[in-house]
């Protein structure tokens, strides 16, 4: 299994020592350690490797890098499938698994490729100017197309690996470990600032092609690996530039390793870095030729063709035609020559290849044709043959057309600055038209750039950029510019007038210049437009290769100047993220935090189920012996009704309120006055919003004189006691209240029922239990189960009921001494309370209320204070809040006692006539009352208890049942047992 | 205007589809219309549509600062649905998703309405009962709508996790069959290309800079291509409202927020159905390309600037990865935001202002999307008729004096 | 992500802090002296500017303190930060 037939004896950054074994589309492969997946199957002389989005046309490997629109593929399997890993990024280890995506059944004979042969009925945006017919036609077109959509699977199953965020802060984050990056961050580090070093490879040092500047980047990068203050991040691609210099990175801790990888470490790493100062020196990536064919499997980027020679010691070729209108390519040329590929011809579309590597070239015996183009590529499954034309100087193609064979075509259409992360941080981008680029201007944030982003063409400019912008000192960004000199057009011209040949411009969502001419021509003439109808720069890539060229072709199209299309603004991230990253460990148990009571561990052993109110989790009711839920529930409510219950109400918010203007603080919070509530004595209180509607409710204690324990409702809590303190913070300083938030740090157990007060009794000997000297709505301080407690006598459940206090280490001894056997007290979940206050015709705050409601509504005008004024008071004096129409709590029963009406269930004034009907209000709460036996509800309807007749309609999903209205109290209306 | 279909798209194949007419006209603005509309967003071209084609009205101009569609109708996660609680609302949006059905044809351009199904999830008991409240509501409201239970939720979504050990498990769900998605663009470009068929001038790369009053009526506009007359005016700039309310002395009750969207790349089909949260608050479909379209929340703080925090997507990729395990190895390609105008009560301000002849459509929040028809066939009456269609009537400017708010919220937070 | 500098903890994330809208809004001595188009101002009518806006923001999972905060809309960068009932410092709030 030796075989790589295109690998080069000797040379390159890979290990020939440590062969790997791997998989291609099925076929079993060898590459080396430092292999990319890509670099591995050129050596292999694989060179087809998937197919395109639209058209399904064979592709091959465009770059050496991130910017890869073609060479996508589908690694793993089963739950560890990643959908569309770009072979150019992806590490070879032993065992890898790789196929191609879009294609079927394979990337050799793919039937979609049909839509190639339909290719002319199909330009771009086709699909808004057809599949109309007939009528909601395109639902069925619809299911077809989406049959093509997509590009790889999703896995299989729940990601099996494990991800997490690291929070990083620096002075000096340097984006680019290359030339300039690592001039960067020595600068900075040796002056002392905190720096992290983050490149998305998996060493440092950039992509320079020449191994002497190298090994000089080497000791650079040996120095800083020995300093305390620099943090160098591998395989770490900063992909997000937001708001006051915080970036994201993602780094790939373990994908290199395969099966391989430790347990312990994650699958990757988010890092969220804060950082003083950033320096991007993130390079350029090179552009491709527009020519006609110039997407078939063998044609690459005179970059990356050198990368593979050099790096990766694999030849892509072994007969090449290098086109160019730059400089740059004639490097790869003579890498190329040198390494023994066979250069058929050096292509350069300016008139005078000007300067020492043309002149270079042909020192070393190549032929340059100059003022020439390559018009056109032959070959199925890999490029054969180049179409070589003399270009004239006004564009156009002149004499005979040569035909070169080759299996190789590295071309370079010039460089575009890697302005990605500039752009997301709000800076501006100012075309060079002596640069043919689009360079960063300005600085939004704290933010240099270095090198190559610049339009720095030499090692030398990009070191001394990169050593001033770590220094923080001045330096001269135009340093090491070369212009291109020529006017190269942007897109070779066709052969013929009838445009044969595609000239792909986005490769992977086949998007050609003919399309983009189209779009101008229909006036999608914005460079946004153009985008989103042709769908250039939409795929995976991001249009790092194909963006600029596609709009120069839009701005000649329209013969305006590139800078009056515009260009359009990069969107994080730079480079795709996994999601599993970004969720790091806020997922499964961590997703959300969960609070439990200190009593939850009792509920748990009883076999509780638990409702989820907020974080919390409430037992909901307890079944006994195969109990269904109504069973248990009944069971509850007729326990607190005849004997006792306990229920665990630790989950209530609970607010200490105390200074000298504590009650100031209620009585303009609360709708009722504070002014005469005795130590000792509670009060129920309701609060509104500034609006008028009803924002919470609860029973407040004066523990002394200017000292009060308020309570909220549970999904209330947090939210109420951030709405006191913005009143007293930001409207009322000069109130002298301290708020403390008690919720956790006390448990209250209630405990109901006509046998209450004897069981307490038997608990406690330091409180006077008589009701004449422990009333109703007041509380006293004692002794429970030998534990400090306060009690207080409030009732929810319309039962003398007792709500006992204590501190929360304290909750479960409380809890287990009151459901001692000899007590015979029935522990009760929240869905017994809520029919327990229902029978009472007592509001529940999220559920009678839904931020509509006034207290008018809920005929609560007796807690509305007319001597003071209090939060949302005005809003209720609007006409609007009295009229007559509004919806009002009322009780409701049903003809039919048997009936249970389904909460949110709608009322009509008239049995239904047909939609829409008139709604003229609905169920809130709803019950089986076990204590009455039949049904209760109350409701929201209009006119209240003042509807006549006061007959109403509830139409369910098969039938439609009668109800009356009522008043809301439908048990012990008069409080006689509460009092008692 | 030529007709599309595949006809004229075969016989302009056979010209290399090089005869192809403009879509829309790029005509100077004139010095003077009846009616000019300030927004050339999906909102105001569908209003100028309508102007033109119900209210046979053809001396209108659509202004927009920059590129048409370029706000937030080319900025949302597309969703179209009109399960909404209250009554004025249902109204509004079924007849804008009515108007939808129907809008590839009416417009001769196909928009890709997809009727796939939206699904509202519940995650807990308070969820349920909110549930059960709505879509018997919507239902009366002669509104499609039902509930799912978690059997039938993984039957319209086979990768959800109904799982019961999920820290908020799916307990059940509402379905809209005749919710879905369509493809944002086209339908500003199909109103555009429409409205200009009717004679609507659309001016692009024109900012107003100024509202002429005189005697409290509106008498044109101050552009930057100059003064531009006008009887009557329709704002219509969804995040930008309180700029141009206040170059005509109004205060709005509105804030800008950004609201951001992402894209998954492009996978073979897993998700037929729009699922949506708002216990968990997430919101995903996936798009005919293949890639999933997932909404965040809201970012808590005024905002110009399409930018957004990133904690807010880290959030809600916890809630999706919760939702749906498959998802955690794919990769998020593109992330974005736009600017949301929003108001106290999560619904729209349609009709009229203090200022005679200066109409106002804003406020959709994070919703417009699935308004755009509808928002722009109420906003044409009003404006053709100086007075409300009774669909839109509610949702004037006048109800925060009188507090009779259409509060769509949604559920209140669970409180006992 | 923001990062904002609490008078009374120095420069936090974003996450840390709850941003409470339009500063300097005051309650209305007497609402009853307001007629409902004035008390609606108060309740629901917002300054909402492109460019430099003074708002409220609470440190809430921090020191828990509400101060005020002058920021650009459009950059988002912060101009200046300064405690509750300071005047602003670049000129009155009123």
Redesign the interface.
């Known amino acids: 299994m030796t075989g790589q037939p295109y690998r080069l004896a000797e040379g390159g950054a890979i290990d020939r020592s440590r062969p790997v074994g791997f998989s291609f589309d099925g076929r079993r492969y060898t590459g080396f350690a430092g292999d990319t997946l890509a670099s591995a199957l050129l050596a292999n002389g694989v060179t087809l490797v998937g197919r395109s989005f639209k058209y399904h046309r064979p592709r091959g490997i465009l770059s050496a890098g991130t910017e890869e629109p073609n060479a996508l593929v589908q690694l793993g399997t089963g739950a560890r499938g990643i959908a569309n890993a770009k072979a150019t990024r992806v590490e070879l280890h032993e065992g890898l698994v790789a196929s191609s995506v879009n294609c079927w059944p394979g990337p050799r004979c793919d039937l979609g490729a049909l839509n190639d042969l339909a290719h002319r009925l199909i330009p771009a945006g086709f699909y808004y100017k057809t599949f109309m017919w007939p009528h909601r036609g395109w639902h069925f077109y619809e299911r077809l197309i989406r049959r093509m959509a997509g590009l790889g699977r999703a896995p299989e199953g729940a990601d099996p690996d494990r991800y997490e965020r690291m929070n990083a802060h620096c002075d000096v984050l340097v984006v680019g470990a290359g030339p300039a990056g690592l001039a960067a961050a020595r600068a900075a580090a040796r002056g002392g600032s905190r720096v992290i070093l983050a490149d998305e490879r998996g060493l440092p040092g950039g992509t320079l092609p020449d191994a002497a500047d190298t090994g000089r980047l080497g000791e650079t990068t040996a120095e800083l690996e020995d300093l305390d203050n620099v943090r160098i991040l591998v395989r770490t691609t900063v992909t997000g530039y937001f708001d006051h210099n915080f970036l994201i990175a993602l780094e790939r801790v373990t994908d290199h390793l395969g099966p391989h990888a430790p347990a312990h470490l994650p699958r990757q790493r988010l890092w969220r870095i804060r950082a003083g100062r950033v320096v991007l020196a993130t390079g350029a990536l090179e552009r491709p030729l527009v020519f006609a064919n110039n997407d078939r499997p063998g044609i690459m980027l005179a970059s990356a063709a050198r990368a593979y020679v050099n790096r990766f010691a694999v030849l892509p070729g072994r007969r090449a035609v290098v086109v160019t209108d730059n400089d740059s390519a004639y490097g790869a040329a003579l890498d190329l020559h040198r390494n023994g590929v066979e250069i058929a011809a050096v292509v350069d579309l300016r008139r005078n290849g000007e300067g020492g590597k043309p002149a270079e070239a042909r020192a070393a015996g190549l032929q340059i044709l100059a003022g020439h183009a390559v018009v056109d590529s032959r070959g199925r499954r890999r490029v054969r043959t180049a179409h070589v034309a003399r270009l004239d100087d006004d564009g156009s193609l002149t004499g005979p057309v040569r035909t070169l064979s080759c299996d190789l075509i590295a071309m370079s259409g010039g460089w575009n600055p890697a302005v990605h992360l500039f752009s997301q941080a709000g800076g501006r981008l100012r075309y060079d038209e002596a640069l043919r680029a689009f360079l960063p201007e300005g600085a939004p944030q704290a933010v240099r750039c270095a090198g190559a982003i610049n339009g720095a063409a030499d090692t030398a400019s990009c070191i001394a950029q990169g050593r001033a912008a770590g220094a923080g000192e001045p330096d001269d960004r135009a340093a090491g510019r070369v212009e291109a000199a020529s006017r190269a057009p942007w897109a070779v011209p066709a052969r013929n007038r009838a445009g044969e040949g595609r000239r792909f411009v986005d490769f992977q969502n086949d998007v050609t210049s003919a399309d983009i001419a189209l779009a101008a021509r229909e006036g999608y003439q914005s460079v946004e437009h153009l985008k989103r109808y042709t769908t250039l720069g939409m795929g995976t890539d991001q249009g790092k290769t194909g963006n600029v060229a596609g709009l120069a072709i839009l701005a000649q199209t329209l013969g305006l100047a590139i800078p009056e299309v515009g260009t359009t603004t990069f969107r994080p991230p730079y480079d795709p993220v996994t999601f599993g990253a970004i969720a790091g460990r806020d997922v499964g148990r961590l997703a959300d935090p969960v609070r439990r009571t200190p009593i939850h561990r009792w509920h748990e052993e009883a076999g509780a189920v638990f409702e989820d109110v907020g974080q919390w989790k409430r037992p909901f009711y307890y079944p006994q012996d195969g109990e269904t839920k109504h069973g248990a529930v009944a069971r509850e409510c007729l326990a607190v009704r005849n004997a006792a219950g306990v229920m665990d109400a630790s989950t209530l918010g609970k607010i200490l309120v105390c200074g000298p203007d504590a009650r100031a603080l209620l009585n303009r919070i609360y709708t009722n006055a504070w002014d005469r509530l005795e130590a000792g004595r509670c009060r129920y209180g309701l609060m509104l919003g500034e609006d008028g509607m009803v924002l919470d409710d609860g029973v407040t204690a004066c523990l002394a004189g200017n000292r009060f324990l308020t309570t909220t409702t549970t999904g209330n809590a947090s939210r109420v006691f951030a709405w006191l303190e913005e009143w007293l913070q930001t409207e009322w300083p000069d109130l002298d209240v301290y708020l403390t938030s008690l919720t956790e740090q006390l448990a209250t157990v209630a405990l109901a029922g006509p046998n209450a007060r004897e069981i307490l009794a038997a608990l406690t000997d330091d409180i006077d239990l008589e009701p004449d000297a422990f009333p109703f709505m007041a509380w006293r301080e004692g002794r429970v189960a030998g534990l400090p407690a306060r009690v207080f006598r409030v009732s929810y459940t319309g039962e003398l009921s007792y709500e006992i206090v204590v501190p929360a280490g304290d909750a479960m001894d409380l809890w287990t001494a009151l459901t001692g056997p000899e007590h015979a007290v029935t522990p009760f979940g929240t869905e017994a309370m809520h029919v327990l206050r229902a029978e009472k015709g007592y509001l529940m705050i999220g559920q009678e209320t839904d931020g509509t409601v006034t207290p008018l509504d809920l005929d609560m005008q007796w807690i509305l204070s007319r001597k003071k004024d209090f939060i949302g008071r005005r809003s209720l004096a609007r006409p609007a809040m009295r009229d007559p129409l509004r919806k009002r709590l009322v009780g409701l029963e049903t003809g039919d006692p048997a009936t249970v009406l389904p909460e949110g269930a709608q009322i009509l004034a008239e049995p239904p006539s047909g939609v829409p009907e008139a709604m003229i209000g609905h169920v809130t709460s709803s019950y089986w009352s076990p204590t009455l036996g039949r049904s209760i509800a109350l409701a929201l309807v209009q006119g209240g208890r003042d509807r006549e007749p006061p007959t109403v309609h509830v139409p369910l999903d098969d039938r439609t049942v009668r109800a009356s209205i009522r008043d809301p109290r439908f048990y012990d209306p008069d409080g006689v047992r509460m009092n008692g | 205007m030529t007709r599309?279909?595949?006809f004229?798209?075969?016989r302009n194949?056979m010209g290399?589809?090089?005869s192809?007419?403009?879509?829309?006209?790029?005509p100077q603005p004139r010095p003077s219309y009846d009616i000019v509309i300030v927004g050339g967003g999906g909102h105001g071209l569908a209003t100028a549509y309508y102007l033109a084609k119900e209210h046979g009205l053809s001396d209108i101009a659509v202004i927009e600062k920059?590129?048409?569609g370029?706000g937030n109708t080319?900025r949302n996660t597309t969703i179209i649905r009109s399960n909404y609680l209250w009554?004025e609302s249902a109204?509004l949006y079924e007849k804008s998703l009515k108007l939808y059905?129907?809008l590839?044809?009416e417009l001769?351009?196909?928009i890709?309405?997809?009727?796939r199904g939206v699904l509202n999830l519940a995650?807990?008991?308070?969820d349920l009962?909110?549930?059960?409240?709505?879509?018997?509501?919507i239902?009366?409201?002669?509104i499609d709508s039902e509930i799912l239970d978690p059997q039938g939720v993984k039957a319209e979504v086979p990768?959800a996790?109904i799982s019961p050990s999920?820290?908020?498990p799916i307990l059940g769900a509402s379905l809209q069959r005749r919710g879905g998605i369509a493809?944002h663009?086209?339908v500003a470009?199909?109103f555009a290309r429409a409205a200009d068929a009717r004679g609507v001038d659309i001016v692009?790369n024109c900012e107003v800079t100024g509202i002429d009053i005189a005697d409290g009526r509106v008498q044109g506009l101050e552009t930057t291509r100059g003064r531009i007359a006008a009887r009557k005016v329709g704002l219509v700039a969804a995040g930008?409202s309180?700029?141009l309310a206040?170059m005509a002395g109004l205060?709005?009750?509105?804030?800008?927020h950004t609201l951001q969207a992402m894209v998954?790349?492009?996978?073979?089909?897993?998700l037929n159905s729009v699922v949506m949260s708002n216990t968990v608050h997430v919101y995903v479909s996936q798009?005919?390309?293949?890639e999933l379209v997932i909404g965040a929340g809201m970012d808590?703080?005024?905002?110009?600037?399409q930018?957004g925090?990133?904690?807010i997507?880290?959030?809600q990729?916890?809630?999706?990865?919760?939702l749906f395990?498959?998802?955690?190895?794919?990769?998020?390609?593109?992330?974005?935001g736009g600017i949301v105008d929003v108001c106290?009560d999560a619904s729209p301000i349609v009709g009229k202002t203090p200022v005679d002849g200066l109409f106002i459509n804003c406020g959709w929040g994070t919703g417009g999307f699935k308004a755009t028809p509808g928002s722009g066939w109420v906003f044409a009456h009003t404006i053709a008729r100086d007075r409300p269609h009774a669909l839109n009537a509610p949702f004037a400017l006048e109800r925060?004096?009188?507090?009779?708010?259409i509060?769509e919220?949604g559920?209140?937070?669970?409180?006992? | 992500m923001l990062l904002i500098p609490c008078p009374w903890c120095g420069a936090r994330d974003e996450s840390e802090f709850t941003c409470g809208g339009e500063a300097h809004i005051r309650r209305p001595a007497d609402p009853d002296a307001l007629d409902d188009a004035h008390w609606a101002d108060y309740l629901f009518m917002r300054a909402n500017p492109k460019g430099s806006h003074r708002e409220r923001w609470c440190h809430s999972h921090g020191c828990g303190r509400w101060f005020n905060v002058e920021r650009d809309t459009v950059t988002h960068g912060i101009v200046s930060v300064y405690r509750m009932g300071e005047p602003p410092p670049g000129g009155d709030g009123s």
């Not at chain 2, 808590?300 to 600037?305: E, F, I, P, Q």
């Not at chain 2, 990729?317 to 919760?322: K, V």
């Open positions: 599309y279909s595949i004229s798209l075969a194949a290399y589809h090089r192809w007419p403009r879509a829309w006209r790029s920059g590129w048409l370029g080319g009554d109204h059905e129907g590839s044809q001769n351009f196909n890709m309405l997809s009727q995650h807990n008991e308070h009962k909110e549930l059960s409240r709505r879509v018997r509501a239902r009366l409201n002669g990768i996790n999920l820290r908020y493809r663009d086209a470009w199909g692009q930008h309180s700029v206040a205060r709005l009750p509105i804030e800008s998954s790349e492009p996978i073979k089909p897993v798009s005919d390309k293949g808590g703080y005024n905002s110009y600037s930018r925090s990133f904690q997507v880290e959030g990729m916890g809630a999706l990865i919760e395990p498959i998802f955690s190895r794919l990769s998020l390609l593109r992330q974005w106290p925060f004096a009188s507090g009779v708010l509060d919220h559920a209140a937070a669970v409180a006992h």
